[in-house]
């Protein structure tokens, strides 16, 4: 049983055509690839995945559940989407505590230990607004480890990271592949992903191939 | 598990209410306009040693044409971010279903609705501190007024009539008062909610505004027929208490259709949600 599988996926909008076809498949307990260049699809690609985003034909299943698009997200993902949003208000601590509480499935020491895993402790108590775009990356990796799901999707993981921080989180997420984790991460730049990964797919003009 | 989800998410939405500072001036606004309507009550009493019975006095105000605008526009001012995405809706969103997304929302709009009704009575109350009482009575001023004579001062300020301070007592009155306004408040929320969702943000602004002012349009230039679609027509006792008038909504007829309406549009609101295909991506974008 794969973790993701993905079968003929087509996606279109209006009349341009993003993914054509494509298949894809992720074996449990490893670290996949996605690059390819801006408008390439692969962020289109990633959101149906994650269900945020109902393909237009095609199967997707999570961890061997046929995932109906646009039916609701499966409750074992660990999401990092481009750009993400917190509420600047509040602490990175209080902002995981809040996403935290929706699901109730998790205690103050294991968001603790994300922001640990993420090199925030000492900036937790810090309103995210004063936080850098770093900071907010890796609080966006800490909202996804925390409730320690068995499937990361990462939409660019390392971007707005600083060198040390692109190393942690490589670190990071090899010591999570060790614990039988898998990840998708995607990124516009195969230098990114491609030392961490044990597979990279590449995506182009909305078809998909292995890359070499 | 998945109304305890619904449930949090309304305690959060609360909470992050009371930390905005929007929220704040709404209620100086509010005070400053209750203040400014009961300064005239104020001074009637000292000229005149009458105080007004507290829970009349409310009904009263409650039931003018003026009044029922301000409550109106208030709803519309604090559900005008529904259906209230923040920075984080979609870390949110990808924790729960969207049964349990929309019921925080819905709880929310029916926690926020009782609330304010109670603030809008307690400043009501409050700001015309001196000049009311907590009796049993109704008071020489009120049923005075009820009698059809007219009191200059608070002409136009409250309504009153027979029908009103004859079958109840003011407690009763504020009572049925507080329930109508609730119970519309509700409504109007749930309504914006669900235009929110289906047409964007300026369309619920657009919709909640016109129901807002569309009692006062009634009052002035349409059939007194149309009370009936009037949700805030729904909540003055002037209009809902007045029998043998065919053309005037009864209580049980506002009761039955704010509650049904209510329930109604929640549905929707359910089944809108989840109906939208690519709820997630436009969170994401945030195209509501």
């Known amino acids: ?212 | 598990m998945a109304v305890r989800r619904a449930l949090y998410l309304c305690r959060v939405h609360l909470k992050e209410l009371f930390r905005t500072p929007l929220f704040y001036a709404y209620l100086c606004l509010f005070y400053v306009y209750f203040h400014k309507m009961n300064s005239t009550t104020v001074l009637l009493q000292q000229e005149t040693g009458l105080k007004i019975n507290a829970w009349g006095y409310a009904a009263s105000m409650f039931s003018t044409p003026v009044y029922t605008i301000v409550f109106g526009l208030g709803i519309v001012l604090i559900f005008s971010d529904l259906p209230l995405f923040r920075g984080n809706a979609l870390f949110e969103s990808t924790r729960c279903s969207r049964n349990v997304w929309v019921s925080g929302r819905i709880l929310y709009i029916v926690g926020i609705a009782v609330f304010y009704t109670f603030v809008m009575a307690a400043l009501c109350i409050l700001t015309s501190h001196g000049a009311i009482n907590d009796t049993e009575k109704w008071g020489k001023l009120l049923n005075t007024m009820a009698n059809g004579y007219q009191i200059e001062e608070l002409e136009g300020l409250l309504e009153i009539s027979v029908n009103i301070t004859g079958r109840y007592t003011p407690i009763q009155a504020f009572g049925l008062s507080f329930l109508t306004s609730a119970l519309c408040a509700t409504f109007l929320g749930l309504l914006m909610l669900l235009l929110s969702m289906s047409f964007g943000r300026t369309a619920a602004l657009m919709g909640g505004s016109i129901l807002s002012v569309l009692d006062f349009v009634i009052y002035w230039k349409l059939p007194y027929e149309v009370y009936h679609v009037s949700p805030l027509s729904l909540t003055r006792l002037n209009i809902i208490c007045v029998p043998d008038m065919p053309y005037y909504p009864t209580l049980p007829y506002a009761l039955t259709a704010l509650i049904g309406s209510s329930i109604l549009v929640s549905v929707l609101c359910v089944v809108v949600t989840h109906m939208n295909r690519s709820f997630a991506d436009k969170i994401l974008r945030n195209q509501y």
């Open chain 1, 1 to 212: 049983m794969y973790a993701i599988e993905a079968l003929n996926i087509s996606k279109s909008f209006r009349d341009q055509t993003v993914l054509d076809d494509v298949s894809l498949q992720v074996e449990k307990g490893k670290i996949y690839g996605l690059v390819g260049d801006n408008g390439s699809g692969k962020s289109v690609l990633l959101k149906c995945l994650c269900g945020i985003l109902p393909c237009d034909n095609g199967e997707i299943r999570i961890a061997g559940k046929n995932m109906k698009p646009g039916k609701g997200k499966p409750p074992v993902l660990g999401i990092v989407i481009e750009h993400p949003g917190f509420l600047d208000s509040m602490s990175g601590w209080h902002n995981l505590k809040y996403l935290a509480g929706i699901r109730g499935i998790i205690s103050d020491d294991q968001i603790k230990k994300a922001l640990e895993c993420v090199g925030l402790i000492g900036n937790e108590k810090k309103k995210v607004k004063k936080y850098s775009l770093g900071m907010r990356q890796r609080l966006a990796i800490a909202q996804a480890i925390m409730e320690d799901p068995d499937i990361y999707i990462m939409d660019e993981p390392f971007n707005g990271l600083d060198k040390h921080a692109v190393v942690d989180m490589r670190a990071l997420f090899s010591s999570m592949r060790e614990k039988g984790k898998t990840f998708l991460l995607v990124s516009h730049y195969a230098a990114d992903i491609e030392n961490l990964c044990d597979e990279v797919f590449e995506i182009n003009e909305g078809t998909i191939k292995k890359g070499e």
